[in-house]
């Protein structure tokens, strides 16, 4: 038996570091909202006991050190179920950007597997066995529009009546998620209004939103690369409603009220960048 799974990236409606825990991660607040944009995954189950990934990009790595690959293995070992499965990954979403590539292809994994072997796991334990592998993993498996919360794998749902297309651009950097935290460690810095945040996405109120929504890594990366800066400023020229960074970045997502003006503006942007696309909230 085979799946064929999109693997749905996430951008991060605001993003708040509330400060650094005993356990050396840190506290988070944040609205996390699934988008379309995806990479695409076919997993196919054998009784060979071997798991085999290909993929599309050669940057991906030795296929054991991935994260796909690691949820198949977890998949296998907390279920103690005697198979394998053969993965073919299609990606789309560009690694280490901010929009939770990894974790989205881990999540696929762990929702296809389960749903192939005839659900031995409820949503809810394949959230604490994702959470192993990351963070961001119990959102991508849930999906969805979520106020996400602990190291973000306390998960709230939101009612998000707004209706947005999103332009992503990826800027030609990297941006290392420790640094980033450290360099938050160091700094003081303003923070989101959540609890507004929300209100206004319920409301479908992108101005309201716009005036209390922000994301506190903006804070220190952007004066290291000003090239975020620069994407957001080139959104905003093309009438975008909201424009902001994704997670400890370097991505830049734009909201639009249409897919054709969030195309456009994806397609006619001319400066350096090294990843991106075009989805919607979902």
């Given at each position: ?28 607040s944040m609205v996390m ?113 979520m106020l996400a919360e ?124 090294s990843g991106g696309g ?5």
């Amino acid at each position: 038996m085979k799946m064929k799974i999109n693997a749905n990236a996430k951008i991060n409606l605001t993003l708040d570091v509330c400060g650094k825990r005993d356990d050396g991660y840190h506290d988070v607040s944040m609205v996390m909202q699934e988008i379309s944009f995806c990479d695409e995954l076919e997993v196919n189950i054998n009784d060979t006991g071997k798991i085999t990934l290909n993929c599309n990009e050669e940057t991906l790595g030795k296929p054991e050190n991935t994260l796909t690959f690691r949820a198949s293995k977890l998949f296998f070992d907390a279920s103690q179920i005697k198979g394998g499965c053969d993965i073919t990954l299609t990606q789309n979403i560009p690694m280490c950007a901010g929009l939770g590539a990894g974790s989205a292809d881990a999540a696929a994994v762990l929702n296809s597997l389960n749903t192939l072997y005839g659900n031995p796991f409820t949503q809810t334990k394949l959230c604490e066995l994702g959470k192993t592998l990351g963070a961001d993993v119990p959102f991508c498996i849930v999906g969805g529009c979520m106020l996400a919360e602990g190291i973000g794998e306390i998960l709230t749902p939101i009612e998000n009546n707004m209706k947005k297309w999103v332009a992503l651009i990826k800027p030609d950097i990297d941006i290392s998620t420790v640094e980033a935290y450290q360099m938050m460690d160091s700094k003081d810095y303003p923070h989101p209004d959540n609890k507004a945040a929300i209100e206004a996405l319920k409301n479908d109120d992108i101005e309201a939103f716009s005036k209390v929504a922000l994301n506190c890594f903006d804070f220190v990366t952007s004066k290291i690369h000003p090239e975020i800066e620069a994407i957001k400023k080139y959104f905003y020229e093309k009438g975008c409603s909201f424009s902001m960074m994704s997670g400890s970045g370097p991505t830049v997502f734009a909201l639009f009220d249409s897919f054709d003006d969030a195309k456009k503006a994806f397609d006619e942007y001319s400066g350096s960048f090294s990843g991106g696309g075009v989805g919607k909230f979902i």
